[in-house]
């Protein structure tokens, strides 16, 4: 093709900063603040990560060398992070340092002198300001990581170094050329964000408008086997701000104590009931351990049915067990006398604590509670026993692992069949499938009264719906809840909805990824629930996350192992931790077999997807162990894609090149490659043709005028580094785009740059001018995509 000269490219010119539209949201500390802006659909964030994962991963290390990998070496200082025009960074997890010698450095909008330069032990003590606790932590506090979530935001750039050689995680959000940012000073006041995080398990989003308008819903309900009950039902517009759950056996000590009698006799006690009753529930605590309880059970001297409770449970001793009290014997009393006459074929009948709920209307209500073993409770309540064989106090637990896990909570929103949450209890509140352990996350977990929560914001336009289900064979009684809600959709005027999304990945596939979601449409992924059966030497834990977003080549996101991206170290070698993003809940070990429970969010670093999202995560070093696995999601949506493919420029191809008005200077050369991506595609091989250059590069490019800004992606050959170049569209420089670092084993990578809305605006077509600055050694470019972004 005939190069034309250099002046008959489109000169450019800088063009005004991006007005404050659409576009623009709260970012570092006051997005840490605004959780209740989570729904937001924000399409013209990109989020993104950058590692020391291993590049080369048919080496010898095949991919799990995942340390002392830098983007660069300059100066002697490594380069961890490099990025160029408005974006913050939320998230420095690192590992590995010697906290001697090892230092990190920040340079900011393209000042030579770094702004912060401090030593490794000090940036996550939590007493050297502004890197406070609790949004920095050490080893001993998250487990064998160590976190800083004190947000970086920069206008122009950002340059993070260092001279460690361990491992590094570092989150970002970016946004779109001349979004007004306000760079990091370090006097940023932190307080707000600090006592949220110390204060995980209330509430952490700010009250919106008059706090006499939110409502709250709260009972309790009885859940049947096999059984749904509906505990929150609305029209709409609506936000549900939180849901508090209380589970009978579920705490977060693990065990309950509580005093007790058995006999092979019989016992007798009066109960309080309300007048209004239209029957009656009686819950008894008892020792599962004695086997196949039965007893006859009499209400004022009638016989109203046998009480029965097979099976037994060494392991999990307390079990709660009902039976209801028919409304014919019960109805406009307000005094029942119960008797239980243990069945003589019985190994006896064990009592600790009853629990007497009346039924009125379509409520159950506490109106009696007798404690077995309290002489003040039982002289209150005419307790008596004949043919005692025990009394004393017992200290055991539930199974709350079958409880949390046949427990499900599903969410329907604005008249949907299939509901969006559908999640067994133990996931959806963070702790996992192994049980209940303490978990105090900033909005889900346990709080200090053994209520499960979750706090995440939850709009809805027309109605909604919220059941729990009972997947299992026995009833469960007195379950508690509250729901708080407001009118209005919490400030967000097109917010998504909240979603889960659960996978069963039992056993893993060998050379596969385990799947945590894979959704279309628009909306920001916002963190996980995993859970883990697998080897005793927890070799699953290897395995390192991928994200991929909006049908991009490349990942997003490529993480360094899986207690990393749970902000651990070393298979959590502190033990189980929890913390207001990320906690790792459970490890149990079971002779040959170890089972895993963590959680992270991703909140004010939550990753924004405009067409279609793609999580997995490996289980081993190279997706080579054989183990059960668990994912659950959590994700904000809606079903429309925000973001359309409008042109495609294959480079190279003459027949497209005439068709888009392609031009070259300065080429350096032309030809077909055969490459791979990094990632799970690492292993297909993608040919291409291409050029390369050091002058520019012109063409045009097919839009919708309807648009709300331009998403350009780029395949590009990321063995040569640091390219870097001006983008110029219909005549105005809109701003640098810049990829640091690269990869000569897997050469293929896709890159995207946001021409925001003020350049696309009203236009079919854009004309864009790709400028060379500076790389290694020239700029190529084989496909350019452009996708119209839809408000």
């Not at 340092?97 to 393209?110: C, E, G, N, S, Y």
Request: aromatic content about 10%; some cysteine.
């Amino acid at each position: 093709m005939t190069e034309p000269p250099r002046d008959q490219l489109s000169a450019g010119r800088p063009g005004p900063p991006e007005p404050p539209g659409r576009g623009v949201h709260p970012y570092g500390l006051a997005a840490m603040a605004r959780l209740d802006l989570l729904p937001l659909l924000r399409l013209h964030t990109m989020a993104g990560g950058q590692s020391s994962y291993e590049r080369d991963t048919r080496g010898p290390g095949r991919g799990n060398d995942d340390w002392n990998n830098f983007l660069d070496v300059r100066g002697g200082e490594k380069v961890m992070l490099d990025q160029r025009g408005p974006g913050t960074v939320y998230r420095i997890w690192v590992t590995g340092f010697d906290p001697a010698t090892d230092w990190l450095r920040v340079r900011f909008d393209d000042e030579p002198a770094p702004r912060i330069d401090i030593a490794l032990r000090d940036l996550f003590s939590g007493t050297h300001a502004p890197f406070l606790s609790p949004l920095v932590a050490d080893a001993a506090t998250s487990s064998g990581g160590f976190t800083c979530h004190l947000p970086l935001p920069y206008r122009r750039s950002i340059r993070i170094t260092t001279n460690m050689s361990g491992y590094y995680n570092i989150g970002y959000h970016t946004f779109g050329p001349g979004t007004p940012v306000t760079t990091w000073t370090g006097d940023e006041d932190s307080t707000r964000v600090r006592h949220m995080w110390s204060d995980a398990g209330a509430d952490p989003k700010a009250p919106d408008g008059d706090p006499h308008e939110v409502t709250v819903t709260a009972g309790v309900v009885h859940l049947p086997s096999g059984a749904a009950r509906t505990i929150f039902e609305a029209d709409g517009p609506r936000s549900i701000s939180s849901i508090r759950i209380a589970m009978p056996g579920v705490t977060a000590a693990g065990t309950v104590t509580d005093r007790g009698r058995a006999h092979r006799g019989h016992s007798r006690f009066r109960i309080a009931v309300s007048p209004a009753n239209s029957g009656v529930v009686l819950s008894r605590r008892t020792d599962h351990g004695v086997a196949d309880q039965r007893a006859r059970v009499l209400v004022d001297g009638v016989a109203v049915g046998e009480w029965s409770d097979p099976g037994r449970d060494r392991a999990h001793r307390w079990r709660d067990s009902s039976f209801d009290v028919p409304s014919w014997i019960t109805a406009g009393r307000s005094a029942l006398t119960v008797r239980l006459e243990c069945v003589p074929t019985a190994a006896g009948w064990t009592e600790f604590t009853y629990r007497v709920y009346s039924t009125v209307g379509d409520t159950a209500v506490l109106t009696d509670t007798v404690d077995v073993g309290d002489p003040e409770s039982e002289a209150r309540h005419g307790y008596a026993i004949g043919g005692q064989t025990r009394c004393g106090s017992l200290v055991a637990g539930y199974d709350t692992a079958d409880l949390l896990n046949t427990t499900r909570i599903r969410m329907f929103w604005d008249g949907e069949a299939t509901p969006s949450v559908d999640a067994p209890l133990g996931a959806f509140f963070g702790m996992g499938r192994f049980g209940a352990y303490p978990a105090r996350g900033l909005v889900v977990g346990l709080d200090p009264a053994d209520r499960l929560y979750v706090h995440l914001p939850m709009p809805f336009r027309r109605h909604a719906r919220i059941d729990l289900v009972n997947t299992r064979a026995a009833p469960t009684c007195g379950v508690g809840f509250e729901v708080r809600h407001r009118p209005g959709t919490g400030g967000v005027a097109d917010p998504g909805y909240l979603r889960t999304r659960l996978t069963a990945t039992t056993p893993t596939v060998i050379g596969q990824d385990v799947p945590i979601l894979d959704t279309a449409g628009s909306g920001t992924f916002i963190g996980v629930t995993a859970s883990y059966s697998g080897a005793a030497n927890r070799w699953y834990l290897e395995g390192d996350e991928r994200i991929y977003v909006d049908d991009s080549g490349s990942p997003a996101f490529h993480g360094t192992g899986t207690e990393d991206f749970f902000n651990g170290g070393w298979y959590f070698d502190r033990g189980p931790y929890t913390q207001p993003l990320s906690g790792n809940t459970a490890h149990l070990v079971r002779g040959p077999t170890s089972c895993v429970a963590a959680y992270r969010f991703l909140l004010q670093d939550a990753v924004p997807f405009r067409r279609r999202i793609r999580v997995s995560i490996e289980h081993g070093g190279h997706n080579d162990t054989t183990t059960d696995a668990w994912m659950l999601a959590y994700y904000y949506q809606q079903p429309r894609s925000r973001m359309v493919l409008t042109d495609t420029l294959d480079v190279g191809n003459a027949a497209d090149e005439a068709a888009h008005a392609y031009r070259i200077s300065a080429q350096r050369w032309t030809g077909s490659r055969t490459y791979q991506y990094e990632g799970t595609a690492d292993t297909v091989d993608v040919t291409d043709t291409g050029r390369a250059h050091r002058g520019a590069s012109e063409f045009v490019l097919a839009i919708d005028p309807t648009g709300d800004g331009v998403v350009l992606r780029r395949r590009f050959d990321q063995s040569i580094t640091n390219q870097h170049a001006e983008v110029h569209v219909d005549g105005r420089l809109v701003g640098a785009w810049y990829v640091a670092g690269g990869n000569r084993f897997r050469r293929w990578r896709d890159a995207d740059f946001l021409i925001p809305p003020s350049a696309t605006a009203g236009k079919e077509s854009v004309r864009v001018v790709i400028r060379f600055v500076a790389s290694e050694l020239d700029w190529n470019e084989f496909t350019y995509w452009a996708y119209t972004l839809l408000p």
